[in-house]
């Protein structure tokens, strides 16, 4: 794999004046000495964390931002915890300037640990939450089970009441970066749709994968510049948590249709390809459907090629 | 720059049971229903990510770790705050396979967020904190100080009672890695003395920038198998905090050196190279301090070539 470059930025951001903190004693480091930590000031909060990698021979003018999805970091684009590359990987070697982020308040983005940016506390996931919400173990799945145990170590903690200052911070990385696609996975679906209808015309192509999140209906024709692909996994259907969201998203879809954004559907299972999991850039036909993705945004940025998946 | 490969794992943590915990009613995502979030059960907690880059052309046959310092992630070797590249790319430029890591509660490694695990609260860096405390203001500073506003984006929460968690995830890494060289800053520091101590012959070489803190004395006959490299910036004196560690960790070396410890320091205004902050990987001229690090490893791990780096 041969690269221009890589690196990483942190975006967006703001002041934060804190008082009325306690002055703690502690000792930093065992050749340390106690010393008076003060953490009353100004902090600078909600930055965001984006890793890039430019391929050398870079084939798509645009760059594709990877957003993930709760309680996950951009270390789920990586690789998959049976040790295959990740979708990172895949878009890289197939010529796309890759940004893989990590949302405000997740993985190195950091986040503000007093009560007066944040008020409520984090939610952080026991093991089995994934194995059932995500469709891990059901049968006939395609993630690699075996190494789930493997898979729960990159869990993070998420908050529940951070929505505004996540998209805050996706919406300094769209105005840093410019032009660009973004593929964003579940909750990350979220802050993809309302992005894009912040920026009108800035994405040029939006991918969500199992999204959990909607835009905002009432500006749907600010989705009108860009093309949608919604990819879904199977076995939603049998799972009552599933089922619901996958109902209200399929809603919103066909309301925003209506109002003349372009969404095409890739159903995993209606194409033959069953057993997706929620994670299924982790699945062991990750491969495929990366390919899959790849395709369309290839024909959606090329209009003069064929269309690699048909709208259902 | 060509890549064999990168990706990321996961390594170490340990299950904790938790219990008692308030069951909250969420609402997760815009399209979800409000649902009970029951937190209590199994959680893997204290696992540690690291995030590997393999040069085409490898030149030196064990990879090197970089361990980043107190408030930092694996972040700060990816680059400067006013856009250079960092010592992450000097190292894999050089030919090294080189771990970008990021400890135990920092970054993509996550944090427990209830007090059943980490008790105390985690202690967030006001933004004049590293201004101070790292001379990044101190006249004559090679930091690049117009992008400091930049810099501070990255800090994140740390706790000061997590050594111990922090240790077992980098022995976790050792034991998954195998023979390396470990490049480590500040708080890094001193879990890379304790990581090289109890696994003896496995780290075949340490290189410390600024380190905050040191290894045990009592066992300082396991560090001999391993030459050490301890470089050190300007302005220290003028600090009172920085003179007074500085002292310290010269007190240890020099006992640890009659212990048989092979014990390299590099002290930079003494080779004429003035105006390092503690944060040199961003400073100025980071390539050049890099390259210096680079040459003491090169010529230790291969003993027919020259010694780049005199022993003061």
Redesign the interface.
């Known amino acids: 794999?041969?690269?221009?470059?890589?690196?990483?930025?942190?975006?967006g951001?703001r002041?934060a004046q804190?008082s009325g903190l306690p002055i703690?004693i502690?000792?930093?480091?065992?050749?340390?000495?106690p010393?008076p930590?003060?953490?009353?000031?100004?902090?600078?909060v909600e930055?965001m964390?984006a890793?890039y990698?430019v391929p050398?021979d870079v084939r798509f003018e645009l760059p594709l931002l990877m957003w993930h999805g709760?309680g996950l970091?951009?270390?789920c684009w990586?690789?998959t915890p049976d040790g295959r590359?990740?979708w990172l990987?895949h878009f890289v070697r197939r010529g796309w300037t890759t940004f893989s982020c990590?949302a405000v308040e997740r993985?190195?983005s950091?986040?503000?640990?007093?009560p007066q940016v944040f008020a409520e506390?984090?939610?952080?996931?026991?093991?089995?939450w994934a194995w059932e919400r995500f469709r891990i173990g059901t049968s006939g799945s395609r993630f690699p089970v075996d190494a789930y145990?493997?898979f729960?170590?990159?869990?993070?903690?998420r908050w529940?009441g951070t929505?505004d200052a996540i998209l805050r911070g996706y919406l300094a990385l769209l105005d840093e970066v410019g032009p660009c696609c973004v593929l964003a996975h579940s909750?990350g679906g979220?802050f993809a749709w309302l992005a894009a209808q912040a920026r009108p015309g800035l994405v040029r192509a939006l991918v969500l994968v199992e999204?959990?999140?909607?835009g905002d209906e009432s500006q749907a024709e600010h989705l009108r510049p860009t093309p949608v692909l919604v990819v879904q996994g199977d076995g939603q259907q049998a799972d009552e948590?599933s089922a619901?969201?996958r109902a209200?998203?399929d809603a919103?879809l066909a309301r925003i249709r209506s109002a003349g954004v372009d969404v095409d559907a890739l159903d995993l299972p209606a194409h033959g390809i069953t057993g997706n999991s929620h994670m299924m850039m982790l699945d062991l036909n990750s491969e495929q459907i990366a390919g899959l993705i790849a395709d369309w945004l290839g024909a959606r940025l090329s209009p003069a090629a064929p269309l690699g998946v048909m709208p259902a």
Chains 1, 2 share one sequence.
């Open positions: 794999m041969s690269l221009a470059g890589f690196g990483s930025l942190h975006v951001g002041a804190l703690r502690s000792q930093l480091t065992n050749a340390g000495a010393t930590l003060d953490p009353n000031g100004t902090h600078w930055a964390y890793q990698f050398q709760g970091t951009g270390a990586e690789g590359e990740g990987h990590d993985g190195r950091g986040f503000p640990p007093v506390a984090p939610v952080h996931q026991p093991a089995h145990g493997q729960v170590k990159q869990l993070v903690p529940t929505d909750q979220q999204p959990s999140g909607v948590r619901a969201l209200r998203i919103y």
